[in-house]
């Protein structure tokens, strides 16, 4: 059985380019979008043209329970999961003072929540399996470096690489 790479919000960019990558070296793929379906399923055409298989779903992290649940059928339709790339996530841009709670609990939501919730599912799948596995959170580099008037944004992804240090601690050895 080939060995099973997941990776969110891979219809474009950094995503879509996780999911080639890892179609060249031989892993069957998992595909997640959000809004752009043709991209994804244009991301699937080249994933297959690799020689491997290519599944599809729409993931939206902004609802975490349906986020769950559409991330466990794609580990049930490829039959396991050796590698997880969070690359989902959410963006807005206004001054610190004028952020409205609601906006910022939306990126926190998608950013760290989503990767919490898919992370967990994927790590307790791998587990199960006995053969470990790899999961792979995309930061940026305003983890370190703030980035003007996207206070929310720059705090998620430093929230996501503590979060990514505090798992690898935890489950590390699991």
Not at 31 to 41: F, R, V
Not at 123 to 129: L, P, Y
Request: hydrophobic share 45%; net charge negative.
């Amino acid at each position: 059985m080939a060995q099973v790479a997941i990776i969110t919000a891979s219809d474009s960019g950094i995503g879509k380019e996780c999911a080639l990558l890892l179609a060249q070296q031989g892993f069957d793929i998992g595909i997640t979008w959000h809004s752009d379906e043709e991209g994804a399923k244009d991301t699937a055409r080249e994933v297959v043209s690799h020689g491997v298989r290519a599944e599809i779903v729409q993931l939206d992290l902004g609802k975490l329970q349906k986020g769950a649940q559409a991330l466990e059928k794609l580990i049930q339709r490829l039959g396991r999961i050796d590698v997880l790339v969070n690359n989902a996530g959410a963006m807005t841009k206004a001054p610190f003072l004028d952020m409205a709670f609601d906006e910022w609990r939306k990126i926190f939501t998608v950013d760290v929540d989503g990767a919490f919730l898919c992370s967990q599912i994927a790590a307790r799948q791998m587990v199960k399996q006995g053969q470990g596995g790899r999961i792979i959170n995309i930061t940026s580099v305003h983890e370190h470096t703030p980035l003007p008037d996207a206070s929310a944004y720059t705090a998620a992804k430093h929230a996501l690489g503590g979060l990514t240090k505090a798992m690898g601690a935890g489950v590390g050895q699991a």
